[in-house]
């Protein structure tokens, strides 16, 4: 066999060789030094790449004692290990290591080492330098490189110098946008990514392919813009792209964090292929949408189609049965974790045990299961405790767990408010005051709610007692108005959680002007359909807005579906997909 000096020539053999096994290379190599040939260009590196296509560590091992022997590596060859460092995801400064002994022996690099080698630097968050090393070699101007660096400064969270190389370019190909595409989504810039995503459409000779979309829908989800998602979508179906494992999946979630969890389930239903995290998605959706029973059915089906659980899908389960008060079954399922699928329960399933024995109300055995933990509790778990001690007005446990909370975490606002909440709730008006005074002490400021809201693809955002909105006036009218009419309907503020040292009327003025209710009453004032209303909110509802929601949705005969930091709530005729328990 010929072995030309192209390296995508060679690499187009790794196919073939990613079949072959460990058995495999050293029969091959026993077989070269036997027939003197290990030393042969050609033959070399067949074995060189045979050995980046299987990239486990006992195989790196003997590649770089493979390597060690080698008389006068050429660029072929460090490309090659290079390459099968990265690939191992586990072994970047490994090839750093290589890179720098490839200058060290003033073997040139080409266009092909960066690539891999920005990789590994994006790794380890270092290597900025190798930019100016690019340039000073002439290989700024090529397209392989000049993607890798999009890619480096993305997964570094350096997304401007990514933006800037991208616009440095004078030739985009599919990987440069889909590369500044997904830069965009993993560092939280939705909106951008989806504004770039825009502009590609209108590029020329650039169709958009499964990677691109793959960052588009992500982007989506995590915006929760469900028009803009079905258009994605309906774009896909036009593009003729194929509805695969991936994109399938991806849709699944988006639908489901968009609010539209029957429409994850039309997506499941038409993938001709699934597999574990295409099932654990859709349990997962119907999970966050209170639809547990749902959930549970979807797991076990999952197990009668032969897909083993893995740590993610109990997770899931696990939230739907803490959602659904489903004890047993939460107990049953976490108890199979070792006993049926061989898995080590991790810190975030005794988290959901927590939250589950919480929400039911299972107080001490919920405080007794965490002191027992194999695993030390973290903040996050000792949270999940105190809120569920709020929830059921148990003060006791509640301070005994903020004592706990404040030896991990004294700074996080959140526990605070939770337990002035709690003496709140209770008439303790001073050890409310305290918990207060405490957190102005230590600087500890309470994280303001926020909710945002589309309309005609327009995103707005709502702030808590804030009158930045263009219409903020208009906005507080209209629901002064609203508030007034669904007291007739049996509405009464929940002013328990307010300062005590305020008047009544002035307690359910501050309550009235939470985030939620002004998305609410901005979307009732600029939509007169009947279209669902879909609010995002950063914190949990609190149990004001719930009773608000129930009594708008009856009101005005809209559906309202609320998606919180924990769940989301689908209020309908008066009552809540939750049942009240959340």
């Not at 400064?93 to 994006?122: E, W």
């Not at 700024?140 to 370019?169: K, P, R, T, W």
């Not at 998605?281 to 059915?297: C, I, K, M, P, Q």
């Not at 045990?353 to 109300?361: I, K, Q, S, Y």
């Amino acid at each position: 066999m010929r072995f030309e000096g192209n390296y995508c020539v060679a690499v187009s053999l790794e196919c073939h060789f990613r079949i072959m096994s460990m058995n495999g290379v050293y029969k091959f190599h026993a077989w070269l030094i036997k027939t003197g040939q290990q030393n042969h260009p050609p033959a070399l590196r067949r074995l060189l790449l045979w050995c980046a296509a299987t990239p486990s560590p006992k195989c790196l091992s003997y590649f770089r004692d493979l390597f060690a022997y080698i008389p006068s590596p050429d660029t072929f060859a460090y490309n090659t290990i290079i390459r099968a460092h990265v690939a191992a995801h586990s072994s970047p400064s490994h090839a750093i290591s290589f890179f720098t002994q490839m200058r060290q022996r003033g073997v040139p690099p080409d266009n092909f080492t960066f690539p891999f080698l920005l990789k590994a630097c994006a790794r380890l968050q270092l290597g900025q330098d190798v930019h100016t090393l690019i340039l000073k070699l002439g290989f700024l101007s090529d397209v392989y490189v000049q993607n890798a660096l999009i890619s480096f400064y993305g997964g570094c969270g350096s997304v401007e110098l990514a933006l800037n190389v991208f616009h440095a370019m004078h030739e985009k190909d599919l990987v440069s946008w889909s590369s500044m595409i997904s830069s965009f989504t993993n560092n939280g810039f939705f909106n951008e990514a989806l504004a770039l995503f825009r502009q590609m459409q209108h590029a020329k000779n650039v169709m958009p392919d499964e990677v691109t979309m793959l960052s588009v829908i992500s982007a989506v989800s995590s915006l929760g813009a469900l028009e803009l998602g079905q258009r994605v979508h309906n774009y896909i179906k036009k593009s003729g792209l194929e509805l695969t494992v991936s994109l399938g999946t991806v849709l699944i979630d988006m639908y489901s964090r968009c609010g539209m969890v029957d429409k994850s389930i039309e997506v499941f239903d038409e993938m001709p292929l699934k597999n574990v995290q295409t099932w654990t998605a859709l349990s997962t959706g119907l999970a966050v949408h209170g639809r547990s029973r749902e959930a549970l059915r979807v797991f076990y089906e999952m197990k009668k189609a032969g897909l083993q659980p893995d740590h993610m899908s109990i997770t899931g389960i696990l939230v739907a049965c803490s959602h659904g008060g489903l004890v047993q079954d939460g107990w049953r399922v976490f108890k199979s974790m070792k006993d049926e699928y061989g898995l080590e329960p991790m810190l975030e399933h005794y988290g959901c045990m927590v939250d589950l024995l919480g929400r039911a109300g299972l107080l001490c055995e919920a405080y007794e299961f965490v002191e027992k933990m194999p695993i030390r509790p973290n903040s996050v778990i000792w949270r999940t405790l105190l809120g569920a001690c709020v929830n059921h007005n148990h003060l006791v446990l509640a301070k005994k767990v903020k004592k706990r909370l404040n030896k991990l975490d004294r700074y996080h606002d959140g526990d605070y408010v939770l337990l002035a909440n709690a003496y709140g709730g209770a008439g303790r008006w001073v050890e409310k005051a305290n918990v207060r005074n405490s957190m102005r002490a230590i600087g500890v400021n309470k994280k303001a709610g926020s909710s945002s809201i589309s309309a005609d693809q327009i995103t707005h955002e709502f702030i808590s007692g804030d009158n930045s909105h263009p219409q903020s006036q208009s906005i507080r009218d209209f629901l002064d108005r609203i508030l007034e009419s669904i007291k007739d309907t049996g509405y009464t503020p929940l002013t328990s959680n307010v300062l005590h040292d305020i008047e009544e009327e002035e307690k359910e003025h501050t309550l009235g002007y939470h985030s939620e209710k002004l998305a609410v009453a901005f979307a009732l004032m600029s939509v007169k359909d009947t279209r669902t209303i879909r609010v995002m909110k950063n914190i949990r509802i609190c149990n004001d807005c719930h009773s608000f929601m129930k009594h708008v949705s009856a009101k005005f005969g809209r559906e309202i579906i609320v998606r919180d930091r924990n769940r989301f709530h689908h209020f309908t005729n008066g009552s809540c997909s939750c049942q009240d328990y959340w």
